[in-house]
């Protein structure tokens, strides 16, 4: 099948094109045609080794290839180009940095088979109802959140040694029951599964492209930890400086995460407001503003251990503010530092929620102001724990938290 160049084609858009692990002979007769008659072709080293093209059309990707994407792309500006993409190019694919860098409407699409579909149809997984978690630029960690008992989950990995560090994960957080899968070279001729439990895993490193396939399984003696907020205390490591549970879980209520918004914890402590922020959807980003070092480098390892490595940290508040603005403001430290709630309150947007806690007197009497000022709720909090006394149970209370929020109107 021929496709015509003519001078229409001089503003063609980009051509993404999907490519298995079966490389040309994967793909249809018209994606091998637009292939042959484009100017330039970019891709891996992998990918542009399939094709039979000629070499001088052929571009390998630099690396990085973010911080060149765009300037590689406009050297062939008014040629047809054309960008090799691993299965579906908008499925944690260079289609999606693509269309972020130049939008929707400068491209053109040919989606394959993602590494989703293709695991779900080895394995008889249904794709509405697997989670997928891409550790391709990301710490083997980010998997944690993901967790839970009978959930499938499938991890995008970076090479060949990423089985032998999720299966570690597993083992450490008390899913080692797990039945897991490598699944190699998905759709291409030397496809290959191993699977095996993850306590008893003692398969030899494979082949670099691949993903992992997990089937929970937890084990009830290990400490259960959901997405839903109020980690028990017990997960957070540091010098003690933690927002309790309970209060935790009201606090991120007041907050109220969506998917892809931006959180601002200021006087982050032990980081948990940040962190179960984050933790409640994968889209979800979060800053946090400590002024003491050994707070910040707790901060990372909760972050860290935690399942959400990408928590940026930052130093005090208000001199580090800038950069992405946020979508909600926590202030659970510095409340009473000199013009720190309007700071805050000037960085938000309409729409904007800005939560702060108190359990001094002090700091209580200025939200009363706050609330004379920006308007918004006050709330106030009282929790007792039952603990031991003799042999008996008795009701100790925690420190009383007075909570102010308000909406920027």
């Known amino acids: 099948m021929a496709v015509a160049k003519d001078a229409a084609l001089m503003h063609h858009p980009i051509e993404v094109i999907g490519i298995g692990a079966d490389g040309w002979d994967g793909l249809s007769e018209h994606t091998r045609a637009v292939l042959h008659a484009a100017d330039v072709v970019f891709g891996s080293a992998r990918q542009l080794s399939t094709l039979?093209?000629?070499?001088?059309?052929?571009?390998?990707w630099p690396s990085p290839l973010l911080p060149a994407l765009r300037s590689s792309i406009e050297e062939f500006d008014g040629r047809w180009v054309c960008v090799l993409a691993s299965g579906d190019p908008m499925f944690h694919g260079i289609g999606v940095s693509l269309a972020r860098e130049f939008g929707a409407s400068r491209l053109h699409v040919i989606p394959a088979a993602s590494s989703l579909s293709l695991a779900c149809a080895r394995l008889g997984w249904a794709v509405h109802a697997t989670t997928t978690v891409n550790i391709v630029n990301a710490a083997v960690t980010t998997i944690s959140p993901a967790l839970f008992d009978r959930a499938h989950v499938l991890v995008l990995s970076r090479d060949e040694h990423t089985p032998a560090h999720v299966v570690e994960l597993l083992r450490r957080s008390g899913f080692g029951g797990s039945s897991v899968t490598v699944l190699e070279q998905l759709g291409g001729p030397a496809e290959r599964l191993v699977t095996g439990t993850a306590d008893k895993w003692s398969h030899p490193v494979g082949d670099a492209l691949n993903v992992v396939a997990?089937?929970?399984?937890?084990?009830?003696?290990?400490?259960?930890?959901?997405?839903v907020p109020g980690l028990p205390d017990s997960a957070y490591s540091g010098d003690g400086q933690l927002t309790k549970s309970e209060v935790r879980s009201l606090t991120l209520s007041a907050l109220a995460p969506a998917p892809?918004?931006?959180?601002?914890?200021?006087?982050?402590?032990?980081?948990?407001?940040?962190?179960?922020?984050?933790?409640?959807?994968?889209?979800c980003r979060a800053t946090v503003f400590e002024s003491i070092v050994g707070r910040r480098e707790q901060i990372e390892s909760n972050a860290s251990?935690?399942?959400?490595?990408?928590l940026r940290v930052l130093g005090p508040a208000p001199d580090e503010f800038g950069g992405d603005p946020p979508d909600a403001v926590f202030i659970g430290g510095g409340l009473t530092q000199d013009g720190m709630v309007d700071a805050c309150w000037e960085q938000l947007g309409r729409g904007g929620r800005l939560t702060a806690n108190a359990v001094t007197a002090e700091s209580e009497a200025l939200l009363l102001d706050c609330v004379s000022r920006f308007g918004g709720t006050l709330r106030k909090f009282q929790i007792y724990r039952g603990e031991p006394l003799g042999t008996f149970t008795s009701w100790r209370p925690q420190l009383p938290v007075a909570q102010w929020s308000a909406v920027k109107s």
């Open 260 to 283: 892809g918004e931006h959180l601002w914890d200021v006087g982050g402590g032990s980081g948990s407001i940040a962190i179960e922020w984050m933790r409640t959807d994968p889209s």
């Open 305 to 310: 251990a935690l399942g959400v490595p990408a």
């Open 214 to 227: 997990i089937e929970c399984v937890s084990d009830p003696t290990y400490q259960r930890l959901t997405r």
């Open 52 to 60: 039979p093209i000629a070499a001088y059309r052929l571009r390998r």
